[in-house]
């Protein structure tokens, strides 16, 4: 299974941005994704992920009401719409693919079996 996301940039506060991930192998309608993002010299953090189905999504506290993640399973693609961008925001953000349906917590990076290279968004002013 391989990702890869897309769609990072310089952006200024207050503004949109839109990241994409497509993934190849496997078969991304059974799999849960997430997005996860670090700043520098900090660990990294969930941000949200979206169910099978696309049915549902789940967010981190910091970014609920900001950010939405969507899926096309057609496509198989994952996305993460983001709005009212923040400083704290700046990071760079990968997406990534649950494929084991096990005990693992579902917000944590372990809970997670396939990784993309991350891409890198930038609040400044």
């Known amino acids: 299974v391989q990702l890869q996301a897309s769609g990072g940039g310089l952006v200024q506060p207050g503004n949109s941005l839109r990241l994409s991930c497509a993934v190849s192998g496997g078969s991304f309608s059974r799999y849960t994704m997430g997005w996860f993002r670090q700043a520098p010299g900090k660990e990294r953090e969930f941000v949200g992920f979206?169910?099978?189905?696309?049915?549902?999504?789940y967010y981190a506290e910091s970014v609920k009401g900001r950010f939405a993640v969507s899926r096309e399973n057609a496509k198989n693609t994952v996305s993460l719409q983001m709005n009212g961008l923040k400083l704290e925001d700046t990071g760079v953000y990968f997406c990534?693919?649950?494929?084991?349906?096990?005990?693992?917590?579902?917000?944590?990076?372990?809970?997670?079996?396939?990784w993309g290279q991350g891409t890198l968004v930038t609040v400044s002013s």
């Open positions: 990534a693919a649950r494929t084991v349906y096990d005990s693992r917590d579902w917000y944590a990076a372990a809970g997670y079996d396939y």
């Open positions: 979206i169910t099978r189905s696309g049915n549902s999504a």
